[in-house]
């Protein structure tokens, strides 16, 4: 068990240990304000973390500036084997992480919390062994000249990481940076901080002071900081679309590279030769309703072949019924609570429209949890929306809760067309048992991340990224390491 985790053992004791504390240069270092943060469940205050404005922001990315030669100077294969050392590590004390990460974002320990801990720590894992790939090429140009290509850390990165899975999202941007040789200034989210304190703090043990910080604080007064700060050399975020245009135009007034993963709102297609007992389960995973349908490649969308389209219907009702909804750390558990009352309200407005729209049916699955120690303010039903107009709100926007639309359709044609009508384009499924569907579907449909008869969540080493509105760039394999992360440098040698 990692120094931190034995230091505090006890989840509780974990939140009050960052009581309105950065992590900066190796060390704690206490912020003049905080910011509360609630227990989803219970509406009770969870803790206070800190609230960074601009000083606090610039500490950190001075201290990754400074740590910056250092690390690079050392040789990517052994900055890898630091970095797997971290994941590792992370993995022995994942069930600590686990449940902290339970308390403050009201996601269940048994379905997500747990599973997300250990996928992080798999990404650590992963890149820790890409050291070896950060290498360049050699040019034919010229017999009297040596050309040559080399990769170089780009310097400092800014990742500004969500509160819906904050651990994976944060492993997937610092992990190739790492590697590649950059120092890293996090910006958790102000939601759902300690979780990520505890990881980084676990991870930090394995880098030299300095070489990965984290801060917390609001988007006006620590990420607007952040993002506009003159030494960020790279600015890597994962959150909503509409934050997402104002990174890319902080990044785009200085001119520094910038990837985004922002919204979704993802088709899925079920053909009428799929098996329903592949295409049901698979549905309910699609839509992350573990997650309180709180992703980004949400399965929001689901277009169900007329002839199927009524036993699709009872049979994902009836496995939705089934779910338990209630207290995130109670391991009988299935689906927590949505992440707070501002998002909470987001999902019962869409719901309301789609309640409001003549001809439309909207039908709540499972129960509401009876436990007086609950506050009933943030648990949502799983819904699903029928007979919608494809022009309805919630059809068009990411809702980020879980709430489902699902269209019936009999030309293959007119789904495809569809599917692919909208502003977004980062995942989309088809469930078929025939290949020449499945071919001809992954090849039509505008998405980044499309799936044939399964609905998984980010791997690592599987590209994962979108189209449109949804963002720019990739992650999760060497590729998006050595396009995000480092810089290529052409070198030209006479030999005369």
Known sequence: MSQIACQFPDPQAVIAAYHTLNLVGGARVPTAAGLDVLNPATGALLGTAAASGPVETDAAVQAAKAAGAAWAAIPARERGKRVAAAGRALLENFELVAQV??????????????????????????????????????IPYSPRMLTMTTREPLGVVAAIVPWNVPLVLMMLKIAPALVAGNTVVVKASEDAPFATYLAAEIVMEHLPAGVLNVINGDGPNCGAALTA??????????????VGEIVYKAGAERIVPVSLELGGKSPMIVCADAKLEKAVPGAIAGMRF???????????????????????????????????????????????????????????????????????????????PADAALSPDLFAMPTLLLDLPEDHPCLRDE??????????????????????????????????????????????????????????TIQPNVSYGGFGRSGLGKEASLEAMLAHFTRSKTIVIAMD
């Not at 960020?232 to 994962?238: E, G, L, M, R």
């Not at 496995?319 to 009352?341: Q, R, Y």
């Not at 019936?408 to 290949?435: C, F, H, P, Q």
Request: charged content about 25%; aromatic content about 6%.
């Open 290 to 368: 573990t997650r309180q349908g709180q992703s980004c490649t949400a399965s929001s969308r689901i277009y169900v072949h007329e002839s199927l389209y009524d036993a699709f219907l009872d049979a994902i009702v009836a496995d939705l019924n089934a779910l338990k909804i209630g207290d995130p750390l109670d391991e009988t558990t299935d689906i927590g609570t949505i992440i707070n009352a501002k998002q909470a309200k987001v999902v019962s407005d869409y719901v309301a429209k789609a309640e409001a729209t003549a001809g439309a049916k909207v039908v709540r699955c499972g129960q509401m």
């Open 399 to 456: 809702i980020f809760g879980p709430v489902a639309a699902i269209q019936k359709w009999s030309d293959y044609e007119d789904v495809i067309a569809k599917a692919n009508d909208s502003r977004y384009g980062l995942a989309a499924s088809v469930w078929t048992e025939d290949l020449s569907t499945a071919l001809d579907a992954t090849s039509r449909l505008n998405a980044g991340y499309v799936q044939v008869n399964q609905n998984l």
């Open 101 to 138: 990460l339970a308390r403050e974002t009201g996601k269940a320990i048994r379905t997500e919390c747990r599973g997300e801990v250990k996928t992080a720590a798999d990404i650590l894992e992963f890149y820790g062994g890409l050291g070896s790939e950060l290498k360049g090429e050699t």
């Open 229 to 242: 700060h003159p030494d960020v050399a790279k600015i890597t975020f994962t959150g909503s679309e509409e």
